[in-house]
């Protein structure tokens, strides 16, 4: 079967770093997506990984090591708006988006 | 630009009652679109999606129905709502030529009771 897998919470203090992980194993790969979703509202784009390796933008940078099935998410420089769920989701061989449950994330100041 | 907007995005409904959650996209031709479904502590489960007018994939078989009369409307429904259709429900279409990442509704949150 298919599966993601992410915590299903982490705390943190304003002004710091986080690392959110995610795990995967799918029938084929073809790319990496991490999407932001406060409470109550629909997911919004963050990143995409395709190749092995960092991606920055901005206070977030995501990595990915396509031969470990392993991706994460750092958050640098922790606002209180910071505080939601992080969403990974891997396209299969079909094209077809497989999503994890989502890290909730809380900012503690 | 390009919007995608959503409605009703509240909706409380008695089991066996009908449903119609409707999808408009703006500023943009033959989108790819989806629905899907998101229940606490889950993650997103892709419901139906539609490559063009008339032309709808189902992934899960359940009581749920989409429809897709016109190029930039996406329509949800179903006849009888169970209990176990509450849940928030996401209409999306796909973006980015590379990597097609998607692009949410505001969402239409479902309460069955």
């Known amino acids: 079967g298919q599966n993601i897998d992410q915590p299903t919470e982490m705390t943190a203090t304003e002004g710091a770093i986080v690392q959110i992980n995610c795990t995967y194993q799918?029938?084929?790969?073809?790319?990496l997506f991490w999407y932001q979703q406060h409470a109550g509202e629909a997911p919004t784009f963050l990143s995409y990984?395709?190749l092995d390796g960092l991606e920055e933008k901005g206070r977030f940078s995501s990595f990915l090591s396509r031969s470990k099935g392993y991706s994460y998410l750092l958050l640098k420089e922790l606002q209180m708006k910071d505080s939601a769920s992080y969403l990974c989701a891997v396209k299969d061989s079909n094209y077809q988006l497989i999503w994890g449950a989502g890290t909730k994330l809380i900012i503690k100041p | 630009s390009q919007t995608i907007h959503q409605w009703p995005a509240t909706l409380v409904q008695p089991v066996g009652s009908p449903l119609s959650l409707e999808c408009t996209v703006e500023?943009?031709?033959?989108?790819?679109l989806y629905w899907y479904r998101q229940a606490a502590g889950r993650g997103l489960q892709l419901l139906f999606y539609?490559?063009?007018?008339?032309?709808i994939s189902s992934e899960v078989p359940q009581n749920l129905s989409a429809s897709r009369p016109q190029d930039r409307q996406f329509i949800l429904s179903s006849k009888k709502l169970l209990l176990s259709d509450s849940g928030f429900y996401l209409c999306?279409?796909?973006?980015?030529?590379?990597?097609?990442?998607?692009?949410f509704g505001e969402g239409s949150r479902l309460t069955v009771l």
């Open positions: 500023g943009t031709s033959n989108p790819n």
């Open positions: 999306a279409r796909q973006e980015g030529r590379e990597s097609g990442e998607l692009f």
């Open positions: 539609s490559v063009g007018i008339g032309q």
């Open positions: 799918t029938s084929g790969f073809n790319g």
């Open positions: 990984n395709v």
